[in-house]
């Protein structure tokens, strides 16, 4: 197979031929009450769709290779990608936020089918986005498919479509072709077939494993806790004097947040299995933004998908003791080493890495059974901290937002970070099931850091 770049510049990467086949989508909280809100994003949705054609493609799957996925030429109107529902009758703005916008108070913005044209399970639209009215306030929900981004280019998108709507087209957001260049994967790229590269692996036709656990919406919690900015940032401090361990000389408050997310997930697991053996080793998938990484180097806002996955391996005692230790002596030593095992996991996505995976994926007839990550893995935690959705100004009418939410949840989500708050704090949503959420709410370092479950 050429390694040579298709001529199409909206051809999907390798990286997204890896890419869940599913929607990221978020809900987007905004206290006006204007009656402009619902044209002006329509208007300034508008003037992105003409600097974003792909929103109006749909994903496909594709053959070559076998197992990819392409996108259509344009086929949507701006009516397609944009609705609007009137909840005013039966949803208050107001009370959901004295309740800080917890999943149940946001029931009502569930039911939001994503149609296409064709009626095709193989056909998908790249973006849907439905504002709904509530009294005193709307909710703008928002779902891109995973195949054509990811979280970071989501946030690329909200900006420019933000700027729109506070600008028209006088002084938006300067949109240019090398956003959705995806040539950089195919420069480096040669005929050799490779072996299978460390950050790839196989999966079993059947294979279930890491797949959520169903639940009836009766069974299902979903739930925020708030984390503190300033405990992290002390337990990072703390952490760093312990190091170097095992040559990793920093780590972040990202791998402090993960470590310590990792460590309450374990030992609520082991209060159902009854029994600990301190020997057993315990991994975890870590996603990893390498747009930074990456040689030649991607544009600066890139807003394709461009992330790696990594495996990060911990022994049961560490984690025992980061979550239950509290502040004995125990506590910050395991912390140490968890978290330099999550920043040794990271640093093992970088341009040599993912340049081996597109190498490979490149060279395939059939990538049907390829899939990201070193191998499969049940427990993963995805971090949305750093897309600044709180940052952006609407324009006078819709202003800023007041949060960021995900549907409500009716099967197992192990944790989501969502975008960091103004004050630095840091959200995080879980689902699961209730005898579940019950031990996982009380496990001693949680409560130890203050935190606040909504």
Same mark, same amino acid.
């Given at each position: 197979?050429? &390694?040579?770049?298709?001529?199409?510049? !909206?051809?999907?990467?390798?990286?997204?031929?890896?890419?869940?086949?599913?929607?990221?989508?978020?809900?987007?909280?905004? =206290?006006?009450?204007?009656?402009?809100?619902?044209?002006?994003?329509?208007?300034?949705?508008?003037?992105?769709?003409? %600097?974003?054609?792909?929103?109006? &493609?749909?994903?496909?799957?594709?053959?070559?290779?076998?197992? =990819?996925?392409?996108?259509?030429?344009?086929?949507?109107?701006?009516?397609?990608?944009?609705?609007?529902?009137?909840?005013?009758?039966?949803?208050?703005?107001?009370?959901?936020?004295?309740?800080?916008?917890? /999943?149940?108070?946001?029931?009502?913005?569930?039911?939001?089918?994503?149609?296409?044209?064709?009626?095709?399970?193989?056909?998908?639209?790249?973006?849907?986005?439905?504002?709904?009215? +509530?009294?005193?306030?709307?909710?703008?929900?928002?779902?891109?498919?995973?195949?054509?981004?990811?979280?970071?280019?989501?946030?690329?998108?909200?900006?420019?479509?933000?700027?729109?709507?506070?600008?028209?087209?006088?002084?938006?957001?300067?949109?240019?072709?090398?956003?959705?260049?995806?040539?950089? #994967?195919?420069?480096?790229?040669?005929?050799?077939?490779?072996?299978?590269?460390?950050?790839?692996?196989?999966?079993?036709?059947?294979?279930?494993?890491?797949?959520?656990?169903?639940?009836?919406?009766? !069974?299902?919690?979903?739930?925020?806790?708030?984390?503190?900015?300033?405990?992290?940032?002390?337990?990072?401090?703390?952490?760093?004097?312990?190091?170097?361990?095992?040559?990793?000389?920093?780590?972040?408050?990202? !791998?402090?947040?993960?470590?310590?997310?990792?460590?309450?997930?374990? =030992?609520?697991?082991?209060?159902?299995?009854?029994?600990?053996?301190?020997?057993?080793?315990?991994?975890?998938?870590?996603?990893?933004?390498?747009?930074? &990484?990456?040689? /030649?180097?991607? /544009?600066?806002?890139?807003?394709?998908?461009?992330?790696?996955?990594?495996?990060?391996?911990?022994?049961? +005692?560490?984690?025992?003791?980061?979550?239950? =230790?509290?502040?004995?002596?125990?506590?910050?030593?395991?912390?140490?080493?968890?978290? +330099?095992?999550?920043? %040794?996991?990271?640093?093992?996505?970088?341009?040599?890495?993912?340049?081996?995976?597109?190498? #490979?994926?490149?060279?395939?007839?059939?990538?049907?059974?390829?899939?990201?990550?070193?191998?499969?893995?049940?427990?993963?935690?995805?971090?949305? +901290?750093?897309?600044?959705?709180?940052?952006? !100004?609407?324009?006078?009418?819709?202003?800023?937002?007041?949060?960021?939410?995900?549907?409500?949840?009716?099967?197992?989500?192990?944790?989501?970070?969502?975008?960091?708050?103004?004050?630095?704090?840091? %959200?995080?949503?879980?689902?699961?099931?209730?005898?579940?959420?019950?031990?996982?709410?009380?496990?001693?370092?949680?409560?130890?850091?203050?935190?606040?479950?909504?």
């Amino acid at each position: 197979m050429s &390694c040579g770049k298709p001529q199409n510049m !909206d051809v999907l990467s390798p990286i997204e031929w890896m890419m869940p086949r599913s929607y990221i989508t978020q809900i987007i909280c905004f =206290s006006s009450s204007s009656p402009q809100v619902p044209q002006i994003l329509r208007n300034g949705l508008g003037n992105t769709l003409t %600097e974003m054609s792909h929103l109006a &493609c749909e994903v496909m799957d594709w053959d070559s290779p076998k197992g =990819s996925v392409a996108l259509s030429k344009p086929n949507q109107t701006l009516d397609d990608l944009f609705s609007f529902s009137d909840l005013s009758a039966t949803m208050d703005y107001s009370s959901s936020k004295l309740r800080n916008f917890t /999943p149940p108070s946001l029931l009502e913005l569930n039911d939001f089918p994503i149609h296409n044209k064709t009626g095709s399970t193989n056909v998908r639209p790249v973006f849907r986005a439905r504002l709904f009215l +509530a009294r005193a306030g709307y909710f703008l929900r928002v779902s891109v498919h995973h195949s054509t981004t990811d979280i970071t280019g989501l946030g690329i998108l909200l900006k420019t479509w933000a700027s729109h709507c506070r600008a028209g087209r006088s002084g938006a957001v300067d949109v240019t072709q090398s956003w959705r260049d995806h040539s950089v #994967f195919w420069k480096t790229c040669t005929e050799a077939v490779i072996d299978l590269p460390d950050l790839l692996h196989y999966q079993e036709k059947h294979s279930s494993l890491g797949e959520p656990e169903e639940g009836s919406a009766a !069974d299902m919690v979903t739930s925020i806790l708030i984390l503190p900015s300033q405990q992290l940032h002390i337990l990072k401090t703390e952490v760093i004097e312990l190091l170097p361990v095992n040559g990793v000389k920093w780590v972040s408050r990202g !791998d402090i947040l993960t470590a310590i997310l990792w460590s309450s997930l374990v =030992s609520t697991e082991l209060t159902f299995r009854g029994s600990s053996h301190e020997s057993d080793i315990h991994a975890i998938r870590i996603p990893v933004n390498f747009r930074r &990484c990456y040689v /030649p180097p991607l /544009p600066a806002k890139f807003m394709g998908a461009a992330f790696g996955v990594s495996i990060a391996t911990a022994k049961e +005692a560490d984690l025992i003791n980061v979550a239950l =230790s509290g502040d004995t002596e125990q506590f910050l030593p395991a912390l140490a080493r968890v978290s +330099a095992a999550i920043r %040794e996991a990271v640093s093992l996505v970088n341009a040599q890495s993912m340049r081996n995976a597109v190498q #490979f994926l490149v060279a395939q007839k059939d990538i049907t059974n390829v899939k990201y990550g070193p191998r499969d893995e049940k427990v993963s935690i995805v971090s949305w +901290a750093d897309e600044a959705v709180y940052g952006l !100004d609407w324009g006078n009418e819709i202003g800023s937002c007041d949060a960021v939410r995900l549907p409500y949840l009716r099967k197992q989500r192990y944790p989501i970070v969502l975008p960091r708050l103004p004050n630095g704090n840091l %959200e995080v949503l879980v689902s699961f099931k209730k005898q579940y959420m019950e031990r996982f709410k009380y496990v001693k370092v949680l409560k130890s850091l203050d935190v606040n479950f909504i």
